[in-house]
């Protein structure tokens, strides 16, 4: 796999585009004439989830790409998003519009840090949400979603022990709904991390009506405020589904591109941070461009590769979670 460094020498990463030509247009074209599918999560920046055939969160776009006929899969996402596709698609080429779109909670765990703290607890089961890296799936006894991390602790028996990564706010919240004493990473995403309860309770006074919606992976001081708490897909359905018609969602703003369109006449408030910056926002996911995804499908780079012996450890508590939520009927 070419790295950034070797790419950028190349000229792939600079390489200039024409201004004339109509990006839309072209990406379609390419995608018919490479058979290939792009798939985008729900952080993105609009204008790549509006030329996506997929967008989603990142398992469902990983089992979306597996179901395809498609030879090429561009993930607009971040890296192990990416790994996730390639360990279900091993046969399928993976490309990731910039390879430095990496993720703050995947850094915040290890694998070789990881093991360690694995074998302090010999006796744990190791569940691990699936933001993180292959090398960390492949450590892992089974993986879990923020939509299903509460089921899959919930079908183990009340007696096993468990170790709980790599997000530790996630981790915190699936213990208590579950009352499970959870073993857990001390690792976070950094911009679920950010939203400030003082000034949410402000926005809050300030839109009485609005309902507060966030993700499991923030802090639980900023939970204890939410009227709903969900995966990126369940606060969409939510929005769907309520009769409210203001929301002020706390997670990475990408989401409200969606959830405005599902919902005219809605409104939708980004939940502040902490500090004045734009950090309700991922550096990492808006990494990736139109013009990055143009390029990449133009040139078949830069592309995703896992070990094969990664591939196979890493599938397995995948399979077992999708096992699990099936019998479920999750």
Known sequence: MDTFEELNRKGFVDERIDPTIDLFEEIERLKK???????????????IQDVAD???DSLGLSQE??????????????????????????????LLPDLKAGCSLADSCPPHLFKLFK?????????????????????SDIVC??????????SLPKDTKIIFGPDKNLGAWVAKKTGRDLVLWNGACMVHEIFSREKVTKLKERHPGAKFIAHPECEDAVLELADYIGSTTGLLKYTINSDAREFIVATESGIIHQMEKANPGKTFI????????????CP???????????????NGLPEV????DIIIRARKPIERMLEISASLGL
Request: negative net charge; hydrophobic residues 40%.
């Open 305 to 308: 590769t896992v070990p094969a």
């Open 270 to 281: 980004p939940a502040p941070p902490n500090n004045n910056c734009a950090c309700n926002e």
């Open 145 to 154: 979603t923020s939509t299903n991390a509460v089921q899959i602790v919930e």
């Open 119 to 139: 074998a302090k607890h010999p006796d744990h089961v190791v569940i691990t949400y699936v933001n993180c890296s292959a090398e960390l799936k492949a450590l």
């Open 33 to 47: 004439e490479k058979n290939a599918i792009v798939l985008a999560h729900y952080y993105q920046e609009p204008d």
């Open 54 to 56: 997929y967008i989603g």
């Open 65 to 94: 790409a597996a179901k395809t006929e498609a030879d090429v899969i561009v993930f607009a996402g971040v890296h192990f998003m990416a790994e996730t596709a390639k360990i279900l698609s091993p046969e399928k080429t993976v």
């Open 284 to 298: 990492y996911m808006k990494r990736n461009t139109l013009e990055k995804l143009y390029l990449t499908l133009k």
